[in-house]
């Protein structure tokens, strides 16, 4: 398994922006689709973003289309989540996961899909 490490996550302002980063400390990003899920109070876990290694290949939440983004930085060996216009209902826990198993233009979307993940980052929006 990959060790990977959310941060960025704080509490926010409705409307707001935030970029949550997730990084491998002890692997290259280079070669890994990797995948960011919340899960919100009382909710199962669910997908927000997810990007294939070769850095072009993404899909977002349906609902999230628009004001969030997801890219890779592989100098830094990190992988960023963007997100504008905060609200309340975007208030939960955002993992980060990632996988090595899959050719350059490939994700997967769900998260029995992966096996590596980080531990987490709370981002809490209010006013």
């Known amino acids: 398994q990959l060790q990977l490490v959310e941060s960025g996550g704080k509490p926010v302002q409705p409307g707001e922006s935030l970029t949550l980063s997730c990084a491998a400390p002890?692997?290259?990003?280079?070669?890994?689709?990797v995948a960011w899920f919340r899960q919100l109070p009382g909710k199962e876990r669910e997908f927000v973003a997810a990007?294939?290694?070769?850095?072009?290949?993404?899909d977002y939440r349906g609902a999230m289309q628009g004001r969030v983004s997801i890219s890779r930085d592989n100098a830094r060996s990190a992988v960023d989540l963007r997100m504008n216009h905060l609200t309340p209902g975007d208030t939960g826990v955002y993992y980060c996961?990632?996988?090595?198993?899959?050719?350059?233009?490939?994700?997967?979307?769900?998260?029995?899909?992966?096996?590596?993940w980080g531990q987490g980052t709370q981002v809490t929006v209010s006013l």
């Open positions: 996961a990632a996988t090595d198993e899959l050719g350059e233009t490939s994700y997967y979307v769900l998260a029995n899909k992966y096996k590596s």
């Open positions: 002890r692997h290259s990003f280079r070669h890994l689709a």
């Open positions: 990007a294939a290694w070769n850095g072009k290949d993404v």
